[in-house]
C-alpha cells in the first residue's frame, strides 16, 4: 500500500526557516516524481514544488522561487522542503504527493493536484509572530 507521510511543520515567526520531510513506504520513493503542494483556509491547493525521479530536475511556483528548495534521498525514502524567508502569506496545510516520473521531467512538469495520484495527510505551517 502506498503511504506518504509528511512531518516537520509548525509555528514559526515571519523571516524564519522550516524543513519539511515527506516520507513514503510501501514503494519505492525514486520510482515516482514528487510535488509539495499547500493549502490556506478558504482557498484551493496550489502546487508549490515538485522533483524528479532522482533530483536533477526541481520546479517551483514563482512565489516561493528564491526561498524554498526541494530535494530527495531516495536512500532513506524521503523527499524534503526547506523553507527560509517566511512570510505569512505562507501559512497553510503542506502536503506531499506522488505520481509517475513524467509529470515532473526535463520535459514537462505540473504543479496541478489533479495530475498527482497518491497523497500524504498534510503538515501544518503556521508563520505568526
Known amino acids: ?9 509548525g509555528l514559526v515567526q515571519p523571516g524564519g526557516s522550516l524543513r519539511l520531510s515527506c516520507a513514503a513506504s510501501g514503494f519505492p520513493l525514486e520510482a515516482y516524481a514528487i510535488g509539495w503542494f499547500r493549502q490556506a483556509p478558504g482557498k484551493e491547493r496550489q502546487g508549490v514544488s515538485c522533483i524528479s525521479r532522482f533530483g536533477k530536475y526541481t520546479y517551483y511556483t514563482d512565489s516561493v522561487k528564491g ?10 525514502n524521503t523527499v524534503y522542503l526547506e523553507m ?10 503542506y502536503y506531499c504527493a506522488a505520481d509517475v516520473p513524467a509529470t ?3 520535459r514537462y512538469y505540473s504543479l496541478l493536484s489533479d495530475d498527482f495520484g497518491a497523497w500524504g495527510q498534510g503538515t501544518q505551517v503556521t508563520v505568526s509572530s
Do not use: Y
Open 67 to 76: 526561498r524554498f528548495t526541494i530535494s530527495r534521498d531516495n536512500a532513506k
Open 104 to 106: 515532473c521531467s526535463d
Open 84 to 93: 527560509n524567508s517566511l512570510k505569512p502569506e505562507d501559512t497553510a496545510v
Open 1 to 9: 500500500q502506498v503511504q506518504l507521510a509528511e512531518s516537520g511543520g
